[in-house]
């Protein structure tokens, strides 16, 4: 396995170099002229040209992308045109919050996914599994920005339970991450019941039941850990887009993320920063997928990597 992730380490390093690529490309194509929104709007065409020169941006593209990648490579992301702070600040101050909504949103969601898709499997086509299936239907189709405004109203206003929003304490991380992981939630419940439902019409748990085994070690020890490469898959590609998709929440509880940052950049066409978030969730997108595939081989050792 080792070997299999370096050769994939390895691997990652043109596929960056594309997206870093595209990524350049892409924020340059969008309208409106960075030097022109740091000058004013009453600034001569000698300020903005001077601001250009200053910026690079009087370079042609393909020097200014052989620079941006030497200066990331430095770990220097430029500096923000908004504020005129470094991107790195920046990132360094949004992306914790960030990260424990989404470890927190993922940790319940698959506890209470896993949990729902096990019960409903094992009680097929009873009462169990119409809840769970109820719930799991429920939890997407629900607009996540409703969920939370509902949150909100009932749990912040009318009872004073958590905070209405921000980071100040643990519980201000509550009704953010059950709204955040509804939707995961569900996915991960109807995921993991139709492969559990598949699992335990094998041959090897019709042998364990007829060994005598309790049902529950049939169901942990066999089905369960045996159906869990669909769910890590699901598991794996919701969490990269957790990472980055976290904006509505992050606007509805007003959190200072990095999901929030992203929406500010491109409001104020703040391109250093768009650029470097963009960037940061293509690496986070790919990483995860890598770390995707080398779980499969510790929940099945049967597979075997090359």
Do not use: C
């Amino acid at each position: 396995m080792g070997r299999y992730a370096l050769q994939r380490l390895l691997g990652v390093i043109p596929l960056l170099f594309v997206v870093s690529v595209l990524v350049f490309l892409f924020i340059h194509l969008i309208p409106g002229d960075p030097a022109r929104l740091i000058a004013g709007k009453d600034a001569t065409l000698d300020e903005i040209q001077g601001i250009q020169r200053q910026l690079g941006l009087d370079q042609p593209l393909w020097r200014q992308y052989i620079d941006y990648m030497g200066n990331t490579l430095r770990g220097d992301l430029g500096n923000s045109i908004r504020s005129g702070l470094p991107v790195t600040d920046l990132l360094g101050s949004s992306i914790m919050p960030t990260v424990w909504l989404t470890l927190l949103s993922m940790a319940w969601a698959l506890i209470i996914g896993l949990l729902i898709g096990m019960v409903s499997a094992v009680y097929h086509n009873r009462w169990p599994d119409y809840v769970g299936t109820l719930v799991s239907i429920s939890g997407m189709s629900i607009p996540g920005f409703w969920l939370g405004l509902v949150l909100i109203q009932v749990f912040s206003v009318e009872l004073g339970w958590v905070p209405t929003g921000g980071v100040d304490t643990w519980r201000s991380y509550i009704m953010p991450s059950l709204t955040l992981g509804a939707g995961i939630m569900s996915m991960i419940a109807r995921y993991s019941r139709s492969s559990m439902l598949e699992t335990m019409r094998e041959d090897y748990v019709r042998t364990a039941r007829a060994k005598g085994l309790r049902e529950y070690l049939v169901v942990g020890r066999h089905a369960l850990r045996n159906s869990l490469i669909q769910v890590v898959t699901v598991a794996g590609l919701q969490f990269g887009f957790l990472l980055g998709g976290s904006v509505m929440v992050e606007t509805v509880f007003s959190i200072p993320g990095i999901g929030r940052l992203l929406v500010d950049s491109i409001l104020y066409r703040d391109y250093t920063v768009i650029q470097a978030l963009l960037l940061i969730f293509a690496a986070q997108f790919i990483l995860i997928n890598l770390l995707v595939d080398l779980l499969y081989g510790v929940l099945n050792p049967k597979i075997r990597y090359s």
